[in-house]
């Protein structure tokens, strides 16, 4: 019989199933006769079980969200890469106040980083609101500077009638002086599945949003020189983007939460 | 299970088949993170960790051999970047490796586990998860590496080599002595025999 530390290097292939045949026998042999050897076969595989099933618990949280975000903006195809960014994505932001002006290269942009983005960030859209608001107002940004070239104007009834049939969500919209509807797009962001409603408020651009089975606290961000005002109500989150005070923010969550139904 | 995604894309100088490359390389950031949190301990730290992680994956994509293990070729730049940073605050924690420590490893009483009928039951029946992480965490840093990157992560012995830097019968011999050393401390299969 083989002695002892000659079998002991075959015993960690041997509990994760990597030995060839000839020395597992080897192994298999000695162990029946050898209570030492058995019993460290047998704790290495208690271990790798144990480990194994609680791994979840082991794992520890998952990455924050923010860093999700900061991880997507680092890819080579979504924006020239700035050095690490801590809260704020600040290349994002300078995006906005250079490139952004002339009239289609910062919409390809826009659509780019939004697309790339929506692949990912919904999941992260999940614990952060500051993220989310951040996402949903480039989102804001995109569908109202392509409604501006495509000029589409939907009713209210048609309005209606998509969000029925695309989110099984039977609204009735509101029907305010002061709020004007404008049109409603099927966003990308996260597979699709967020509704965006446009309107204008005293001539300036506000979006509406509302992503199904979503709940999440109520919470005014200030984010790319715009407000987000989140709220959920019957298992729903709304989320209210426009370059507003944050009073008006109020007064127009106020209204639409009064209207909606 | 926690394998790469079904499309593992090329990343080469087509733009599509980059932005797929980048997007699938993106789905692991929750296991890059808690492997860095094991490295480093601190959050903060852990996502530096991450960012720089793909800071340089994205930039070295070209050196991604398509059909091979994506999630380990982060995994191997990830502890990279974690040891050159060790490096450069010069206290390499792998020569933590040491023979004291090899010696300290081979102490438990087996011959106990080998009467015992079922220490897996056991160990499983009796080891609460927070006595598990703190004996985990007691582990010495090349140790625990090995075992978490084998038992939890579920990297091959070739890959965890890789990932440390070390030859393949080195990456065994941790694992086994990092098992050996956590049941060891995992009290529970002791007071029966010994």
Known sequence: MPDCSRIDPLVTPFVDGELPQDEQQTLTQHITACPACRGKVMAERAIRS???????????PPAPADLKARCTLLKSSSVPVAPPVKSEPSHVRSLRTSAWRSPLAPLAVAATLLLLAGVFLYQATRGSSRVLAAELTMDHEKCFRLNRLLGTHNSAEAVEAEMASGFDWNVQLPDEAELNLVGSRPCLSGEGKVAHIMYTYNGQPVSLFMLPRDTRASELVQVFGHRARIWSEGGRTFVLVARESASEMERMAALVRTTIR | MRMGPAR???????SDARAAFEADALEFVDSLYRTALRLTRVPSDAEDLVQDTYLKAFRAADTFRPG?????????ILHNTARNRARDR??????????VVDQAADTPQFAAAGRVDDPETLLLRNTMTPELKAAVDELPEAFRQA???????????????????????TVMSRISRGRRMLFGRLQHLRPVNA
């Open chain 2, 8 to 14: 593992i894309a090329s990343p080469g100088a087509d």
């Open chain 2, 147 to 169: 075992v978490w990157l084998r038992d939890v992560e579920e990297f091959s012995y070739a890959e965890i080599a890789e990932m440390l830097n070390v030859p393949l019968g």
């Open chain 2, 90 to 99: 010069s206290r390499d924690n792998v020569t933590v490796d040491s023979e």
């Open chain 1, 50 to 60: 144990v480990m194994r099933t609680r791994r979840s618990e082991l794992s520890g």
């Open chain 2, 68 to 76: 091979t293990n994506l999630r380990a070729w982060l995994f191997t």
